[in-house]
């Protein structure tokens, strides 16, 4: 009876992530404003108590984000997708993911569900603000040594890697990501980590950045989403 109610929770939970992505409202990433209260902490997501994501070590606290160090991991992603709402693209994409984990792929295997789904942003310049999404899914440890293929959808095998993370709560729309990008890019003014991730991406490095969703629709207090801007730095970095 435990692993039946255990079994019915975890697909239940599953379920919800689907629901959210696809409940969620449609607005163009060309709109300046948003109504969310931006989170000034940075905490670690209350999900990753409940289901597995990715490791990483805190490097440096700032002041609305935070440095950290992902050790290596791999993911499975789908091909860029064209679109002008984050909401929608991350809805097309994650359909694909969500048939992968269960059971949509070679090995005809189920994957267990983890946290955070990544969508990567690669901003256009366009009239129409089209914009280029990468959707990735946290391929779960035991799975990583020999993750599933399936049609579509790329395995990224990441070596360990710096993130500058800033948090936001509530539901994610199309009008949050671009502030909440902007925000955390002009906390990072004159730091050393602003300047490594001036190196890892080029001169363009501000118009990438990533979209991390961690929590189910039925949840609503304490939501924690974040945005990502990766880069490298020496291993061997002291303040």
């Known amino acids: ?23 969620n409202s449609h607005f163009g990433l060309c709109s300046e404003t948003s109504n969310k209260q931006i989170s000034k902490g940075v905490s670690s997501p209350p999900t990753c108590s409940r289901i597995e994501c990715p490791s990483y070590d805190v490097i440096h606290v700032g002041n609305g984000y935070e440095i950290r160090r992902y050790n290596s991991t791999v993911w499975a992603s789908t091909s860029p997708i064209q679109d002008i709402s984050l909401v929608e693209a991350t809805r097309t994409g994650f359909l694909q993911l969500f048939d992968y984990i269960q059971g949509k792929n070679n090995y005809e295997e189920k994957i267990e569900m ?5 969508s990567e942003v690669s901003p256009s310049d366009g009239p129409l603000c089209e914009s280029s999404f990468v959707v990735s899914f946290y391929v779960p440890k035991v799975n990583q040594a020999n993750p599933p293929p399936a049609k579509g959808l790329q395995v990224q095998r990441w070596n360990p890697v710096y993130a500058a993370v800033r948090q936001f709560s509530g539901f994610v729309a199309d009008s949050d990501v671009g502030v909440e990008a902007a925000a955390l890019q002009a906390s990072l003014v004159d730091t050393v980590w602003s300047a490594a991730i001036e190196k890892s991406h080029g001169a363009d490095h501000t118009s990438v950045y990533t979209v991390a969703q961690y929590n189910s629709p039925f949840e609503f207090d304490d939501r924690v989403n974040e945005i990502w801007m990766l880069f490298d730095m020496e291993d061997d970095f002291t303040e």
């Open 114 to 118: 983890t946290a955070p789904v990544l």
């Open 1 to 23: 009876m435990k692993y039946s109610n255990s079994m019915a929770a975890f697909n239940l939970f599953k379920l919800s992530i689907l629901l959210s992505i696809l409940l």
